[in-house]
Each structure stands twice: as C-alpha cells, then as structure tokens.
C-alpha cells in the first residue's frame, strides 16, 4: 500500500496537485514527512516548479494510492 502527498489549493478551481514522489509505506510516515519543517521548502519548492509560481495552498494531506485512483475513476467507496 503506498501513501501519497496530495495539495489542495486555495484557488476559484480548487486545483489540486498529486506528488507521485515521493511515497510512504503509512499513512504515519507520509504524515511524519509533510509535517517536518525541513520537508517544508522542498515541497514548495516543487509546487513553484511546476506552476511557475506559488499557489495558495488550502490544505495538503496524505491519501492512499488505491483511493486517489478510485476518486480518479469515479468510484464511490460507500
């Protein structure tokens, strides 16, 4: 099971990006990492990477693999 980073930004959109590196083995260790102050700026710095500038970031969490694939596809878990 692999856990992955996922960013919810603050925008009219509400876009939202998916790191696909790194990833945990736990939801504990994903959680360790984003929370980890000297993980911080890296995890930005990627943001800014891909958008050419800093996004308002809501929320970012971890999530696993096979939920972000079924919210992906539209399945319903329920």
Not at 42 to 63: D, F, T
Request: with cysteine; aromatic share 10%.
């Amino acid at each position: 099971m692999n856990w992955m980073i996922v960013v919810l930004f603050a925008t009219l959109q509400g876009d939202v990006y998916l790191f696909t590196e790194p990833t945990f083995e736990t939801r504990e260790q994903c959680i360790e990492y984003i929370s980890d102050k000297e993980q911080i700026p890296s995890i930005v710095q990627k943001l800014v990477w891909e958008y050419g500038r800093q996004m308002p970031i809501h929320a970012i969490n971890c999530l696993e693999e096979d939920v972000i694939k079924n919210i992906l596809n539209g399945v319903d878990e329920a």
